[in-house]
Structure formats: C-alpha cells, structure tokens
C-alpha cells in the first residue's frame, strides 16, 4: 500500500483559516493556501462568490484567482490549494466537491459546527476519475486523527 501524503501547515495558518471559516458562518467560507511543496506557509482568504446557495457550496471569481496567483508569485510560494467550510456538516468532501476539485490542489475542508470551527482535513486527487485520497496534516499541537475516523465513517 503507497504511504499517505503528508502536507504541514504553520500553527498561524490553521488558526487563521479556522477563524474565517467561523467568521463566515452560516455560509461556506473560502480561501486559498500557500506555501511550498508539501508546506502551507500563508493563507488569504477570499470572498465567497456563489450566488445560488452559498450556505452549501462556494465560488471563487476568476479575478481573485488570479490575484491569489500574482500574490503567491511576489512572496516567493506557490498556490497549493484552497480551503472552505463545511456550516453544520463533517470536514470531509462531498460529491461536488469532488466534482470541482483541481489535480495538482490540496481540498482543505473546515467543519463549522454551530458557528465554531471544530475539525479540519485535507485532501488531494491525483487523476481525473480517481476518488478523493486523504492526506496527513502535520501541524504543533494539532492531530487531523479525527478526520480520518469521520472520513472512514464516510466510505461505509
């Protein structure tokens, strides 16, 4: 069996994100992560554009895309990926989320229970059919244990 991917995040970028992503809630917030390889060193979060439901899903403009992209170039890192929260469901990946999700992207996924965000997991895909693989989070003081139970829970 292959080892699982690993990513680290500085202990400043989790709480920065999970403070976002409560900031945001009732809605999905979002924001896009860099650093490099293997190393989430920044995150900046960016403006929800879904129009439709944004409680349950989230957008992210071409424009500030592109602006993440300039930002990434002017620190010296690179885009690794993007995170949002899940309001008042598990931090793990549904269907459209699978549907939407870019090979080469860490999918970083916050659980906001009640206006509080309570667990984090993160995953990557590395073809254009295959399923969602979970990687490791390695953080201070931070254990992404729990994530992989619910994740688990989530295939059966």
């Known amino acids: 069996m292959p080892e699982r991917s690993e990513v680290r995040f500085d202990r400043a970028v989790l709480e920065d994100i ?20 293997g190393h989430v060193r920044v995150t900046l979060p960016l403006p929800n ?15 500030d895309y592109l602006r993440v ?7 010296g890192l690179r885009l690794l990926g993007f995170w949002h929260s899940h309001p008042d469901h598990p931090a793990r990946p549904s269907v459209t989320d699978r549907a ?21 997991g993160a995953w990557e895909i590395h073809g254009r059919e295959l399923p969602f693989e979970l990687v490791e989070i390695e953080s201070p003081g931070f254990s992404s244990a729990l994530v992989t139970t619910l994740w688990r829970e989530g295939e059966k």
């Open 18 to 37: 999970a403070r976002a992503a409560s900031t945001a809630y009732p809605y999905e917030g979002c924001g896009a992560l860099l650093g490099e390889r």
């Open 49 to 63: 554009t879904e129009k439709g439901s944004p409680r349950v899903r989230f957008e992210v403009s071409s424009g």
């Open 69 to 75: 992209e300039r930002e990434a170039d002017a620190q």
């Open 100 to 120: 939407r999700a870019w090979e080469g992207l860490l999918t970083v996924i916050v659980s906001v229970q009640e206006g509080q965000a309570r667990d984090i």
